[in-house]
């Protein structure tokens, strides 16, 4: 008897079962989730291929091992740990949520995450057609609703830091500059350097001027007592 038959008689291994219960749905688990991950991947988002692919394969094997690898009866619930997955995988969601200020960033992130899970809890049920559905509306929403939120909804928003010198007489001057370039400038910092005396001012503005950061430094670099500036 050769060593593979021996595998096969121990261990009741079933080809097909293999294939059509494993590997199709890991291997799908990894290309779906890598698909979103790829967008955050290219969007330089803390969340990336990788994550995201771990996070729905890890997904699918948890579903995997509720419905197939305990015995179904009254008494157990298989739901239950893909009821725990949907649950725990918010803290890894919130690993990719950060404040900046009053501004915060990842959440977008973190329901891509929470997304890749629900895909891998489809894989894990054989539901394959819903887990490319999923995957497909996903990177609609993070690719062209991201474009019409940025050109249709809101303006892209800049952030512009004015470093200043004793010079500077009247800082609200340099808010006044900015006035006509959008609808609503926030004065979001301001922080001073002991050892030269500078001053440092941050603004945050939505403007769909063109060349917007040419016209910002245009102006402000008019005003005595500016030193540099950076728009972002």
Request: charged share 20%; proline share 4%.
């Amino acid at each position: 008897m050769s060593f593979m038959q021996i595998i096969y008689r121990e261990f009741d291994f079933n080809l097909y079962t293999f294939i059509f219960d494993v590997l199709i749905p890991s291997i799908l688990a990894i290309i779906f989730g890598g698909l979103i991950g790829f967008q955050r991947e290219t969007h330089e988002r803390p969340a990336g291929l990788r994550t995201h692919a771990l996070v729905c394969l890890g997904a699918t094997v948890f579903t995997l091992i509720s419905y197939t690898g305990f015995p179904q009866s009254d008494n157990l619930d298989p739901s239950r740990i893909a009821a725990g997955v949907v649950t725990g995988i918010g803290f890894i969601g919130a690993g990719a949520i950060f404040k900046r200020g009053t501004l915060v960033k990842g959440v977008t992130t973190a329901a891509s995450i929470w997304t890749s899970a629900a895909i891998g809890l489809a894989l894990g049920t054989k539901l394959y057609y819903l887990a490319a559905v999923v995957t497909i509306i996903g990177l609609v929403i993070l690719s062209l609703l991201k474009y019409l939120e940025s050109r249709v909804i809101h303006a892209p928003l800049y952030v512009i830091k004015v470093t200043t010198g004793e010079d500077l007489k009247k800082p609200e001057e340099l808010k006044a500059a900015l006035n006509n370039l959008s609808t609503e400038v926030k004065s979001k910092k301001y922080e001073i350097i002991p050892e030269t005396g500078e001053k440092i001012y941050s603004f945050h503005l939505h403007s769909r001027e063109d060349d917007l950061p040419g016209k910002v430094i245009e102006r402000l670099s008019k005003k005595p007592g500016v030193l540099k500036i950076s728009v972002n």
